[in-house]
C-alpha cells in the first residue's frame, strides 16, 4: 500500500492515505478471517450476502444497548435466539437503504470517514488528538478490525445521507402548518380541585380485630417461597494469579528470548504543507510568513493541497521513519522540534515539513519487566486452569461431597446465603447458578450440578446443602406490612367514595369553588393555558390537554395523580391555535416540524416499498 501511495500521491489527499495506511498498517489485515458457521452466509439481500459473523457482532452490540438502557436486567435472558430476529431484519433495512443510496449515485468519500475518525471523543487520548492504539483497541473489544470498521462506518454514513435527503426536500403548506397551529397553540380554560390522599390515610384508624381479619382473608400473600443453599466450589483464574509470583531467573530468560524481536523506537510527529507544483515566488511568500512569524499551522490551512491534513495544521501523525517517501523522512529525521525544513520534493508535489514532537521509546530489562512478569503468570495461570477445570469435572461427576473435591483441588468449597427462585446476591445472583440449583437433578436426586461457565473464565460446580420448604409466615412477622396494605387499600376505598360524591355536585351544576370551599379543599383556575404553558402542574395540564375539544358545555372529569391524589376536573373553555399570531421563529419552527413528520412517512413507504420489492434469503 504504501508503494502504491509513494508512485501515486499526485492530486489526492495525502493525509488521508497516510492515516489509512497507518491504519492497516497497525491492524495487519482488512478483515477477519473465520471459519465454520462464522464465515457462513446468515442472509442474502438482493444477491449480496450478510455472514454470521456480522449478525453476530449486532446480536452483541444489541445485548449492550439493551443493558445499557435497562440497568439490572439479568444479561442470561438476553439470548441470541430471542434477539436474533429483531436484529436480522435491522440488517436487512440498513442493507435495502445501502443499496438504494448506491443506486441513487450517493457514495462517502475517504476523507470524510477520516474526519470522523479523527474527531470521535472514543479515539482520542488525553491531549486530545486521535490515538492510534486507542483506536484499534476500542474498535476490537467490539468484535471489528480497521476494515470492517471502515466498512460499517462507510455503511452508516451513506444510509444517514440517504435519510437525510428525504427529509431535506420535505415541505409543508400552508394548511399544514394551520393544523399544526391549531393544536399547538390551542388554549384551554379549566378549573380543579384537589383532594389529597394523605388525609385519607390520616383519618385511618385500624383495630387489631380489622388486621387480624385482612391477615386471614389474605393469607396467601405472606408466604415465605421456597429456599435453598448450596455448597459451591468457583474456579477462576484470579484464584491463581492474585497469589502468584515468578522468579526474577525466569523474567531475565524470557527477557533475553525476545529480546533479538524488541528495539527501541524513535517516533516523529511530522506536519507539511503540501503543494503540488509551486512557483518559486509562492515558496518564497510561505517562507517569508514563517521567518515573519506566522504560524505554521494557519499558513497550512492557507496554502497545503493536501485537503486530509490541512484543516488539522499540516498534521500527518506519527512516523517511525518508514511511513513516508524517504526523502520526506530524510529531511523530517534531520529536523529539531519547532523546525520547519527547506522544500522537499516527492512524487506527490512539493513539501514544506515541520517536526511537531519526538517520542522515544528505549528497550531494557527494567522496561519489560512488568510486562514479561504478567506474561509468564498469565501463560502459569491458563495451564493451572485448564487442568483444574479437567479435574473439576471429573471429580465432581457423581460426587458425594464438594468438600472432599475442595480438598484435591486446594482450592475452597463454600456454603450460600438462603436463596428462592428469583436468586438474591452473590453466587445467588448469577440465573445459571439458580437454574441449576432448583433443577430436578440437584433439587430432587441430590446430584452435583454439572460444571457451570459464568463468562470470563468463571466456572462453578453445585450441591444442595439444604432445602427450606415454603411456609406460611405468622401475623407477627408481617404486621407492619398488612397495617401500611389495609391502611392505603381503606384510604383509597374512602377517598374513591368522596371523590365520587364531589363529582356528583360539580355535575349537578355547582361550581368547583364552591365545592371546593365547603369541604376545606384546595382549588384552582387556569386560564388561557397552552401545552407549553409553564409554571403549572404538568400532571393535570397533561390530562386537561387528553380531553376531547368538542364538548359544547362544560366537561367534568377526574382522575388520580401518580402519588394517589384524586383531582376533580372541570373544562370551561376550548380555544383552536392560530399560525397568523406566530412569530416568525414559531412558523419556522412548526414548518420543519412538519417537514420532519411528512419526510419520515415518506421514508416509511420507501423501506415497505424496497422490501416488499427485494430479493431475500434467510
Known amino acids: 500500500m504504501l508503494d502504491s501511495f509513494r508512485s501515486n500521491m499526485k492530486g489526492i489527499a495525502f493525509g488521508i492515505v497516510i492515516l489509512i495506511a497507518i491504519v492497516f498498517a497497525f491492524s495487519g489485515i482488512g478483515s477477519l478471517s473465520v471459519s465454520g458457521s462464522a464465515s457462513d452466509t446468515a442472509v442474502t439481500v438482493n444477491g449480496e450476502k450478510v455472514t454470521e459473523l456480522s449478525v453476530a457482532r449486532a446480536i452483541t452490540g444489541e445485548k449492550r444497548r439493551i443493558l445499557r438502557e435497562n440497568e439490572g436486567l439479568d444479561p442470561a435472558v438476553l439470548t441470541?435466539?430471542?434477539?436474533?430476529?429483531?436484529?436480522?431484519?435491522?440488517?436487512?433495512?440498513?442493507?435495502?437503504?445501502?443499496?438504494?443510496?448506491?443506486?441513487?449515485?450517493?457514495?462517502?468519500?475517504?476523507?470524510?470517514?477520516s474526519k470522523i475518525l479523527l474527531g470521535t471523543p472514543a479515539f482520542q487520548g488525553e491531549d486530545g488528538r486521535f490515538d492510534q492504539d486507542l483506536y484499534l483497541y476500542t474498535i476490537r473489544n467490539q468484535g471489528y478490525t480497521s476494515g470492517t470498521f471502515l466498512e460499517m462506518l462507510k455503511g452508516d454514513m451513506l444510509v444517514e445521507q440517504y435519510v437525510r435527503g428525504f427529509i431535506a426536500s420535505g415541505f409543508s403548506t400552508e394548511s399544514e402548518i394551520d393544523l399544526l397551529a391549531s393544536i399547538t397553540e390551542q388554549k384551554r380554560d379549566y378549573y380543579y380541585l384537589t383532594l389529597p390522599l394523605q388525609a385519607s390515610l390520616d383519618a385511618i384508624d385500624l383495630k387489631e380485630q380489622q388486621i387480624e381479619d385482612y391477615y386471614q382473608a389474605n393469607k396467601q400473600r405472606y408466604q415465605a417461597a421456597e429456599q435453598v443453599v448450596i455448597d459451591y466450589i468457583e474456579l477462576s483464574p484470579g484464584l491463581f494469579s492474585a497469589t502468584q509470583t515468578v522468579a526474577e531467573e525466569q523474567v531475565r530468560a524470557r527477557y533475553e528470548e525476545q529480546l533479538e524481536t524488541l528495539e527501541s523506537t524513535t517516533s516523529r510527529q511530522a506536519a507539511h504543507i503540501l503543494l503540488a507544483d509551486p512557483s518559486d515566488a509562492t515558496l518564497s511568500e510561505i517562507t517569508e510568513k514563517l521567518a515573519a512569524g506566522e504560524s505554521f499551522e494557519a499558513l497550512a490551512k492557507e496554502y497545503s493541497e493536501d485537503v486530509g491534513s490541512a484543516d488539522f495544521g499540516g498534521d500527518?501523525?506519527?512516523?517511525?521513519?518508514?511511513?513516508?517517501?524517504?526523502?520526506?523522512?530524510?529531511?523530517?529525521?534531520?529536523?529539531?522540534?519547532?523546525?520547519?525544513?527547506?522544500?522537499?520534493?516527492?512524487?506527490?508535489?512539493?513539501?514544506?515539513?515541520?517536526?511537531?514532537?519526538?517520542?522515544?521509546?528505549?528497550?531494557?530489562?527494567?522496561?519489560?519487566?512488568?510486562r514479561i512478569e504478567q506474561e509468564l503468570i498469565t501463560e502459569l495461570t491458563d495451564v493451572w486452569l485448564v487442568e483444574k477445570l479437567a479435574k473439576l469435572k471429573e471429580l465432581s461427576y457423581n460426587a458425594e461431597s464438594l468438600s472432599e473435591i475442595a480438598d484435591d483441588l486446594q482450592l475452597t468449597a463454600q456454603v450460600s446465603e438462603p436463596f428462592t427462585r428469583a436468586g438474591a446476591t452473590g453466587i445467588s445472583a448469577e440465573s445459571a447458578v439458580v437454574q441449576a440449583a432448583f433443577s430436578a437433578e440437584v433439587f430432587e436426586d441430590n446430584y452435583a450440578s454439572e460444571v457451570l461457565e459464568l463468562g470470563d473464565d468463571r466456572y462453578v460446580v453445585l450441591k444442595l446443602n439444604k432445602a427450606i420448604p415454603a411456609r406460611q409466615k405468622a401475623l407477627a412477622e408481617v404486621k407492619s406490612t398488612v397495617i401500611a396494605t389495609l391502611t392505603n387499600e381503606l384510604a383509597r376505598d374512602s377517598l374513591a367514595t368522596q371523590g365520587r360524591e364531589l363529582e356528583a355536585q360539580v355535575d349537578s351544576g355547582e361550581q368547583v369553588e364552591s365545592v371546593a370551599k365547603a369541604e376545606d379543599l384546595d382549588w384552582q383556575v387556569v386560564l388561557d393555558a397552552k401545552r407549553s404553558t409553564g409554571g403549572l402542574n404538568d400532571e393535570i395540564k397533561r390530562f386537561v390537554f387528553q380531553l376531547p375539544a368538542t364538548a359544547t358545555a362544560d366537561l367534568v372529569e377526574s382522575f388520580y395523580t401518580r402519588s394517589g391524589d384524586f383531582v376533580l376536573v372541570v373544562l370551561t373553555d376550548v380555544e383552536a391555535g392560530a399560525s397568523s399570531n406566530l412569530s416568525p421563529e414559531q412558523t419556522a419552527s412548526l414548518s420543519n416540524a412538519g417537514v420532519s413528520s411528512s419526510g419520515g412517512r415518506e421514508l416509511q413507504a420507501v423501506q415497505a416499498s424496497l422490501l416488499n420489492n427485494a430479493d431475500i434469503e434467510r
Open 80 to 113: 441470541d435466539e430471542l434477539i436474533r430476529p429483531q436484529v436480522v431484519d435491522q440488517i436487512i433495512g440498513r442493507k435495502l437503504l445501502t443499496q438504494a443510496a448506491k443506486s441513487s449515485g450517493m457514495g462517502v468519500s475517504s476523507r470524510s470517514t
Open 316 to 370: 500527518l501523525g506519527y512516523t517511525s521513519g518508514d511511513t513516508f517517501p524517504e526523502s520526506f523522512e530524510a529531511a523530517l529525521e534531520a529536523l529539531q522540534v519547532g523546525e520547519v525544513s527547506a522544500p522537499v520534493a516527492t512524487d506527490s508535489g512539493t513539501h514544506l515539513i515541520k517536526l511537531l514532537d519526538i517520542q522515544e521509546q528505549t528497550i531494557d530489562f527494567d522496561s519489560e519487566r512488568g
